[in-house]
Every structure is written in C-alpha cells, then in structure tokens.
C-alpha cells in the first residue's frame, strides 16, 4: 500500500497498470491469511485540502487524482478531483474508507471532512508525530479514530527505519481489533475505528468506559443521521456513546514491548490523569533529557538539534539513546564523564537519553542547544517533568527522574473520570515505553442529553 499509495499520484501509473494492481490485490488476499487492499494517496495541496488515504473495498474502482503532474497524457478527465471536497463528492457513493494523512503535506480537516467516510486521522509516520491533528478534529466536533503508517517512501510497512538525517521517525503500525481476518472485518473495524496506532512497536492495548447506569452505544454517529444502537455498560474505543452520568470508570489494560513508562489519559485535548508503574520512592540516579516538537505543521517542521549537556559537581557514569534513529547521529558521553554531546531530528516526537549520574542529587546540569538553553540543580529534576518550552509546535525541552530500572511490563489500572456536561467527552490514552515507543488508542466519545 506504500508502494501504490506513493506511485498513485506522484508516479506515472496509466490505467493498465492500476488495472494490474487491482488484479494483484485480488489474487493475493486470502481471508484468514493476508488482507489487502486496493487504494491509493490522494495528494492535494494543503491549501486545496491536503493529502488523504484512500482505501477501496472493492477492486476496479478508479482513482480520483488530485493532478496530472507527471503524466504523458494531460488531458482533463473525469476522474480528476483538484479540491478535498470533489475527492469527497466522488467518493460519496463508493464502499471506501478516506483517512487523512500527514506527510509533507497535511490533511486540512478544517477546509474539508466527510465523516461518513474520513473516519480516522493519521497522528504517527515516518514524517513524525502529530497529534496536533487529533485535538483539531476535537475542536472541530469530529468523532474520529487512530491510526499511525509508514509512509518511508521505501515500501517496508511495519519496518521502516528513518536512516539518514531527511526522516526523524520510525513508520508507525496501527493494530486493528477484529473477530477474523478478512477484508469485511477490516472494513468493519475502520468504519467503527476500533483500532490503536503506535510509533512501531508491537504492544497490546485495551482501554474501556464503564458505567453504573445503562449508557446507549449507537451503531453510527448520530450527528450524520439517524441511528439504532443499544443499551451497554460498557464501551471500548471507537464507541460513541450518550450517558446520562457525570461520571465514568475508565479502565486501561496493556502490555508493552518495552516496560511501560506512563500513560496519559486525555479528555480531549486535555490531559486529566497521568500514570506511572512506579512511585516517587522508587526514583533513582537516572534522568531522562528529552527534546521534541516541530516548527511547524507542513513542510520544514523538522527541528535539528545540536547541543552539549555538561554536569558540575558530580559525574555521570553512563548514558542511553532514546529515540535515535539515525545511525549517524548518536549521544557521546566523555571520557571524563562529565559532558554529552548530540545532534538530532525531531519532527513532532521526541528523543534524547538517559544519564546514570554517580551521586543521585548533587550536582548541577547545564544545558546548552542551538534552541534553548537551561540549568538545573540535579536535585530538583524529580517525578514530574521539567519542561522549557522554544515555541514551535511542541519545540520544548524536558527532563524527569526515572528508577534506575523498569521492569514492568503490564499495566493495568481503572481511572475515575468526571465529565463534561456540554459536548463530547473523547476519552483516550497515550502509552509511553521506556525505549521511547507510544501508542494512542482511538477516542470513546462520551456525550449526554
């Protein structure tokens, strides 16, 4: 899907090809085995409505071009969609799924969204992190799902590297719950976005809404039309769902590929509640140095980091990488073990390292980058994070304590939430491993009368 997503628009395929592809897809599926689906990138301009997955269900559906740049033939044809919102009408009587995608170009879901068939937003690729995108579709009073791609432009889905300096980040994966593997249970899951999208790693994550009182879970989002449901419970990520409470239990269960470092728990844009498999007694010699964040939402977001981290009055005894994906660029502790040196690339995510100091709390470290600069005490880096922000979108720099080693790699915990009584609720979690991975799990959106 890379491979023809990317060739769909940017890449001369007339429609032999495409009709050959359509035959491959057909050919290679096998329910129970390999699912694929025939689709395609539709890659507007962000000022035209900004670049769209889009996955058919069918094969022989045509594609709906968002230009004909580098094709032979010129022409104007009828399947040509030059704004989000001609891709939309086209799209309108097809068995499709739309998701709206981040790479150099992003989505515009403010120009444009059809929630009938956009029924997800793309927070995680190769291109970075962008959960920015999230909490504009909640703003909005979009009812969206999650996923995270690839997008490596070198065709190795669930195994893409960034490698040299261009990309920051490694390509996401995007676990789908399903009863069977079939393309109708894909379909299926998508529509009702019951699914989780990760940085790359390979994690379990479950996150429930549990009532007192009976809540009605709807089949569809009623705010497109009339809609069934029926009376739940409970309800599990993607569920739209109204209550009568002011209040919910939400319940978390996961297992990490990595021991679990937190978990933040987000009603909507607002973090409500952050979780830790330890405690403030548990904080060792180990601090964790981040820098993360974007310039800005399109094309040149990445940030390139340079700076030197020097300790007085204590010495570190080693580091670790977090998050540094580029083999080029790495952390150098010295010989001395009293200064580190990085350079790296943020776009949107983070990374950085962990130093073992030789004394927990002595000491001073000062922080010199072509962003920003800081001091701290060692002593006052503790539990909570430390955070000095360098405007951008997210370009901030932040420091906590961890024990000097995690080894818990389930977590499971049920969180009492209060409500708002106005709109929607979109009730979600974030993971973060102790290597550096997160996931996000689609919002339940929890609203009453």
């Not at 705010?223 to 739940?232: M, N, Q």
């Not at 030789?358 to 006052?380: H, M, R, W, Y």
Request: charged share 25%; proline share 4%; with cysteine.
């Amino acid at each position: 899907l890379d491979v023809i997503g990317h060739q769909g628009n940017d890449f001369q395929i007339d429609d032999a090809f495409w009709g050959e592809l359509n035959r491959l897809s057909a050919e290679l599926s096998k329910d129970g085995e390999f699912v694929v689906l025939p689709g395609y990138e539709w890659s507007g301009n962000t000022c035209v409505g900004g670049d769209r997955n889009v996955f058919f269900r069918k094969e022989g559906r045509p594609i709906f071009r968002s230009s004909r740049i580098l094709l032979e033939d010129q022409a104007p044809s009828g399947n040509d969609c030059f704004t989000v919102e001609a891709l939309f009408g086209a799209l309108e009587k097809e068995d499709v799924v739309v998701i709206a995608h981040v790479g150099g170009r992003y989505a515009n879901i403010e120009r444009a969204h059809d929630g009938r068939i956009e029924r997800s937003v793309e927070i995680h690729s190769s291109w970075g992190t962008f959960e920015w995108l999230l909490h504009d579709a909640f703003e909005l009073g979009y009812r969206v799902g999650v996923v995270s791609h690839s997008d490596d432009h070198k065709g190795r889905p669930g195994a893409a590297l960034p490698g040299a300096k261009k990309f920051g980040a490694m390509g996401g994966i995007t676990c789908y719950l399903m009863h069977e593997l079939t393309r109708d249970a894909v379909f299926e899951t998508m529509r009702k976005r019951r699914h989780y999208g990760t940085t790359g790693a390979r994690l379990l994550l479950d996150v429930r809404a549990r009532f007192d009182a009976p809540a009605h879970r709807f089949a569809e989002d009623p705010r497109l039309g009339a809609s069934d449901g029926e009376a739940v419970s409970e309800a599990m990520m993607g569920d739209i769902v109204r209550s009568a409470e002011r209040k919910v239990a939400f319940a978390i269960d996961a297992v990490g590929a990595s021991p679990v470092e937190r978990v933040t728990v987000f009603n909507g844009a607002e973090p409500v509640a952050t979780l830790r498999t330890f405690e403030e007694a548990d904080l060792g010699r180990r601090i964790r140095v981040l820098c993360e964040g974007a310039m800005c939402r399109g094309r040149s977001r990445e940030v390139n980091w340079k700076g030197t981290l020097a300790v007085t009055g204590n010495r570190i005894e080693r580091i670790a990488p977090i998050n540094f994906f580029n083999p080029d660029l790495q952390p150098v502790l010295s010989e001395a073990g009293n200064e580190v040196t990085w350079q790296a690339v943020t776009t949107g995510n983070f990374t950085g390292f962990d130093i073992w100091l030789e004394q927990p709390d002595k000491g001073e470290l000062k922080i010199a980058t072509n962003v920003l600069e800081a001091c701290f005490d060692c002593a006052s880096i503790g539990l909570e994070d430390t955070v000095v922000d360098a405007g951008g979108l997210g370009r901030r720099m932040r420091l906590f304590r961890l024990p000097d080693t995690l080894d818990q790699h389930r977590f499971a915990a049920t969180v009492p939430l209060e409500l708002k009584g106005e709109g929607d609720n979109p009730l979600y979690v974030r993971l973060t491993q102790e290597d550096g991975h997160q996931a996000w799990t689609s919002p339940i959106y929890v609203f009453s009368d």
